[in-house]
Nanobody, 126 residues
């Protein structure tokens, strides 16, 4: 059974930092893109960041560019999201996602990803 488990969320003051981690089990994703999405109350799930299979290409939603960094460790089957200079508008449930098609294209939409974690809360206070 494939599982993605997020960790590292919590409550932080504006301007602070958090690092989210996602540990995959049940299969290797070393040949697949992985990503992070978030969903705030009353809003649709939105793209945050994605990384291609070997970590050589990364993509970010405009509002997090320069503040967030996505990276992965294929030996450990993990993907991480370092979040700096957090803002109250970053408050959301954050989801880890993994593709399963060994695609050369790294998706930035929800349908691009087959596997999802259960989500983890990030709250940024002002």
């Amino acid at each position: 059974q494939v599982r993605l488990v997020e960790s590292g969320g919590g409550l932080v003051q504006a301007g602070g930092s958090l690092r989210l981690s996602c540990a995959a089990s049940g299969r290797s994703f070393s040949s697949d893109s992985m990503g992070w999405f978030r969903q705030a109350p009353g809003k649709e799930r939105e793209f945050v960041a994605a990384i291609n299979w070997n970590g050589g290409l990364t993509y970010y939603e405009d509002s997090v560019k320069g503040r967030f960094t996505i990276f992965r460790n294929n030996a450990e089957n993990t993907v991480h999201l370092r979040m700096n200079s957090l803002k109250p508008e970053d408050t959301a449930v954050y989801y880890c996602a993994a593709d399963d098609r060994e695609s050369r294209i790294t998706g930035r939409s929800v349908p691009s990803y087959a596997y999802w974690g259960q989500g983890i809360q990030v709250t940024v206070s002002s």
